[in-house]
C-alpha cells in the first residue's frame, strides 16, 4: 500500500517564499506529483518527478529524493492566488494516491 | 477541449435514494479515474478503467458503489442505496496515460440527508 504524509496547514506572506513538504513510503515508486486544489475547485497539476533533484516550473520547484522517501515543492515570490490546498500524490502499483494534502494561506 | 465533464455539480438527496453521478473525458484519453474526497480521508481513488475495462475497484467501498464505462466518452458511477456517510465530492479524472498527470472535472458534491 501507500502512505502519504503532508503538514496540513501553513501561513506565509505575500512576496515570499513557503516549502511544503511530503514524506512517503510505496511499494513500487513510478513518480510523485504534486497539485494545487483551490477551494470548492477540481485539483490542477503542477509538477512531475520521477527521478532525483530539483524541476523547476517558473515560480514553483520541485525536489525528490526517492532514497528519503521525501518531496518537496517551493512556491516562491508568493501571491495572493496562490492560497490553496497542495496534494502530494505518489504513483505506485498502478495507482495514483494522494495525500490530505497542505492548506497554505497567503496573507498581505 | 472542453476538459472532464461531470455532472450534476450538486446533488442532495434523501438517505436510501439512488445517486447517479455523471462523467465525460477528455476525447482521447483511455484512462478514466473516480476519486472521493472528504475532509476526513482526502482524495480517495474509488475505480479506474483503461480503454472502458475497468482494471481496479478495490477502492469501491462496498456493494452499494457500482460503475460503469458503456463506451469511450461516458462513465456512471451510482450509489444504491445512498447513505449519510457517502456525502462527498465525487471527481472524476482522465488521462492519456496512467502515469501522466491526470486532468479532474470539476466534481460532484453530493450530500445525503
Known amino acids: 500500500g501507500q502512505n502519504i504524509d503532508q503538514p496540513t496547514e501553513m501561513t506565509a506572506t505575500e512576496g515570499a517564499i513557503v516549502q511544503i513538504n511530503c514524506t512517503y513510503q510505496?511499494?513500487?515508486?513510478?513518480?510523485l506529483f504534486w497539485y494545487q486544489q483551490h477551494a470548492g475547485e477540481a485539483p490542477t497539476f503542477l509538477s512531475y518527478?520521477?527521478?532525483?533533484g530539483l524541476e523547476e516550473k517558473g515560480r514553483f520547484s520541485s525536489f525528490l529524493s526517492r532514497s528519503k522517501g521525501y518531496s518537496y515543492l517551493l512556491l516562491k515570490e508568493l501571491q495572493m492566488k496562490d492560497s490553496a490546498s497542495y496534494l502530494c500524490?505518489?504513483?505506485?502499483?498502478?495507482?495514483?494516491?494522494f495525500g490530505k494534502g497542505n492548506q497554505v494561506v497567503v496573507i498581505p | 477541449d472542453a476538459g472532464v465533464i461531470q455532472s450534476p455539480r450538486h446533488e442532495v438527496t434523501e438517505m436510501g435514494q439512488e445517486v447517479t453521478l455523471r462523467c465525460k473525458p477528455i476525447?482521447?484519453?483511455?484512462?478514466l479515474f473516480w476519486y472521493r474526497q472528504t475532509m476526513m480521508r482526502g482524495l480517495e481513488l474509488l475505480i479506474y478503467?483503461?480503454?472502458?475495462?475497468?482494471?481496479?475497484d478495490s477502492g469501491m467501498p462496498e456493494d452499494r458503489f457500482s460503475a460503469k464505462m458503456p463506451n469511450a466518452s461516458f462513465s456512471t458511477l451510482k450509489i444504491q442505496p445512498s447513505e449519510p456517510r457517502d456525502s462527498a465530492v465525487y471527481f472524476c479524472?482522465?488521462?492519456?496515460?496512467?502515469?501522466?498527470?491526470?486532468?479532474f472535472g470539476s466534481g460532484t458534491r453530493l450530500t445525503v440527508v
Open positions: 476525447s482521447g484519453h483511455d484512462y
Open positions: 510505496t511499494s513500487g515508486f513510478n513518480g
Open positions: 478503467f483503461n480503454n472502458n475495462v475497468p482494471i481496479d
Open positions: 500524490a505518489v504513483y505506485g502499483n498502478n495507482r495514483l494516491a
Open positions: 518527478n520521477v527521478l532525483d
Open positions: 479524472a482522465s488521462s492519456s496515460d496512467s502515469q501522466r498527470g491526470y486532468t
